[in-house]
Structure formats: C-alpha cells, structure tokens
C-alpha cells in the first residue's frame, strides 16, 4: 500500500464548478499535512498546510480526518488557472523534515 | 530574493556517464532536500540535510548516487555512472528547519540517460 494515496484523475470541470479531492494516509504517527500545487513542467509549490480544525484560503477548504486517516481539498468557482495537479503532503519523521509526496490529482477546468 | 537556483536545467547524456546535478539553497534555509520525479514513481525524496548534515538518505536508488552539501549555500547530486532508468526531473528544496515550513523547490533539472 502507498504511504499516501490520491485519484490521479483527471477531474474534467467547467469554470464555475465546485470540486473536491481526497487523500488517505498509511502512518497514522504523521503530523503535518500539506496540499501542493505543480504545474505542467514546473515545480511544486505549496497551496496550504492542513489544520487539524480544517482550514480555509478563499475558494479552498482544507479538512483533516485523522481517524481515518483522510485529508481532503475543496475547490470553489474554479478558475481556468486553477488546472494543475494538486499533491496530497504528509509528513514522515517526528521532526517533520521528511515529506511523501501522494501521486497528484490532475485538474482541467474548462470554459 | 532570489529562490532555489538549480543547474543545469536539462542535460542529456549517454549511458555510463557521470553527471553532477547543483543547487544553491535560499538563503537562511538550513535543510535542503533531493527528490526525483517519474510519472512511473511520482515525487520521491532521495536525500535531505540539515545544516549541511546527511540526515536520512535512505531514498537514494543505490550506490551509483551520491550527494554532497560542502557549505550551506550548496549542494551536488552526482550519478555515476549513469543509466537510461536515471532519466527524470531532479529537484531541490530548501527550508527553514523544522517541520512545519514549507519547502521551496527549485525549477528542475530534466535528466534524459540515452
């Protein structure tokens, strides 16, 4: 079983739409969560840490369920900029230097 | 400021090759970070150092990589000798120490082992 799992996708949604993608984590010790966001030949690039109280960025919502080990990410009125694919980060070691990286769940929006 | 700097940005080389791959760290960062990326494979760490200390390096493939980080402003991933399976996007990654900051990539380097 992957250390982090995700829906590769893609996820085909219009401009407008709302859209959400989940996670499940195998270390139940993890302590930091994370979404990142990579473009098509670029690096990845943080889109926001994941609260244990969930957590809001303007159209994203972050939720954590830590008893079942699901992390999920929220997308309101997507975007056209909003295509990418978004990577579901956990942390691996107590000092929490040591991220996995899930496989990414690609995104197109359409207009 | 300047972000993670990484050199070169392609590189294509035959098999049997040595190749160095560099990375210059965001200044203040104490914890730099290898990771391969395949679409077979995803994002994987390879390697990390904290104030230029090999930590865990339990993700490098196999004896034929090796990684150096002589001063805080650098660090070398080096393949030798290299094979057509080492073909992949290298990045680098610098943050500040600790778990919960988030770490900066570098723009790539795209490896093509012929």
């Known amino acids: 079983r992957k250390e982090v799992e995700q829906d590769p996708g893609p996820f085909n949604v219009p401009e407008g739409a709302t859209v959400a993608f989940n996670c499940t984590y195998s270390n139940s010790a993890s302590q930091s969560f994370f979404w990142y966001r990579q473009d098509c030949r670029k690096e990845p690039k943080l889109l926001m840490s994941?609260?244990?109280s969930g957590n809001e960025d303007g159209r994203f919502t972050a939720q954590l369920n830590r008893a079942s080990q699901y992390i999920s990410l929220l997308i309101r009125d997507s975007k056209l900029s909003d295509s990418a694919t978004y990577l579901c980060?956990?942390?691996?070691?107590?000092?929490?230097?040591?991220?996995?990286f899930g496989g990414g769940t690609r995104l197109m929006v359409k207009p | 400021d300047a972000g993670v700097i990484q050199s070169p940005r392609h590189e294509v080389t035959e098999m049997g090759q040595e190749v160095t791959l560099r990375c210059k760290p965001i200044s203040g960062h104490n914890s730099l970070f290898w990771y391969r990326q395949t679409m077979m494979r995803g994002l994987e760490l390879l390697i990390y150092f904290n104030n230029n200390v090999p930590i865990d390096d339990s993700g490098m493939p196999e004896d034929r990589f090796s990684a150096k980080m002589p001063n805080a402003s650098f660090s070398t991933l080096k393949i030798q000798p290299s094979e057509p399976r080492d073909s992949a996007v290298y990045f680098c990654?610098?943050?500040?120490?600790?778990?919960?900051?988030?770490?900066?990539f570098g723009p790539g380097t795209r490896l093509t082992v012929t």
């Open positions: 990654a610098s943050s500040r120490l600790g778990g919960l900051y988030e770490q900066y």
């Open positions: 980060v956990v942390n691996r070691n107590n000092a929490g230097n040591m991220l996995t």
């Open positions: 994941v609260y244990s």
